[in-house]
């Protein structure tokens, strides 16, 4: 995950992507999400991965663990380091690259599988176009891209952006399919109730 727009409660507004893991941040939870173990648990992730906005690596190591051929890309190098040490502490062949996510056409690569933890609800404007832009240049045509972002339905005003459903349907439409929107949970551990999200399951025709 990278850079929030206002800091999480608790927290202090980090300066780069690189201050946000000097401490663990509330999002870092030490294992991956509900919603995307489940994906795991019903199959849905296949070919080669890639997880955009891995921070300390938890949703690669899963899909590594499933045996699958899984990169990781963030900007804060630190947490690529700590996610590299938890490849290794497993046992489980991953490649992680510090890379910008609305550049992943340069990787020359592609992929059937994107997910993304909390990096798409950082984006506004023309940011995001690039980030959808850039996801379609890697992602093969069936591929599928699957989404967990910070929800407007959460109260406050502090965190990143709360996107709308109107924002996700805007952002992904002509050579997209929207499989799957619905209301869902990111875990945090500074709240056990966690933070109200929005799950997206996208189809790139």
């Known amino acids: 995950m990278t850079r929030p727009s206002r800091p999480y ?3 202090h507004r980090p300066a780069g992507p690189d201050d946000l893991y000097a401490s663990p941040p509330p999002w870092d939870i030490g294992r991956p999400q509900l919603a995307f173990q489940a994906l795991a648990e019903d ?8 997880d955009v906005g891995c921070g300390t690596g938890e949703h690669t190591l899963m899909a590594a663990a ?9 900007l804060a190098s630190n947490a690529l380091d700590k996610a590299g040490h938890k490849a290794r502490d497993r046992g489980l062949t991953v490649r992680f690259l510090r ?9 020359g690569e592609v992929f059937d599988t994107a997910l993304d933890c909390g990096l798409f609800h950082i984006f506004a404007d023309a940011d995001r ?6 996801l379609r240049s890697v992602l093969a045509s069936g591929g599928r891209y699957f989404m967990l972002g910070f929800s407007d339905q959460q109260p406050g005003d502090w965190g990143p952006h709360r996107l709308t459903r109107s924002d996700i349907t805007t952002a992904f439409t002509g050579g997209w399919r929207i499989d799957i ?3 869902a949970t990111i875990e945090i551990t500074t709240d056990p109730q966690g933070v109200r999200a929005w799950f997206a399951a996208v189809t790139r025709l």
Do not use: I, K, N
């Not at 890379?99 to 990787?107: I, K, M, Q, V």
């Open 9 to 11: 409660p608790g927290t």
């Open 43 to 50: 199959g849905a992730l296949s070919g080669r991965v890639l």
């Open 66 to 74: 499933l045996g699958l051929d899984v990169t990781g890309v963030d």
């Open 99 to 107: 890379h910008d996510a609305r550049r992943l056409g340069e990787l």
């Open 129 to 134: 176009t690039a980030y959808v832009d850039s």
């Open 181 to 183: 929107l619905e209301p």
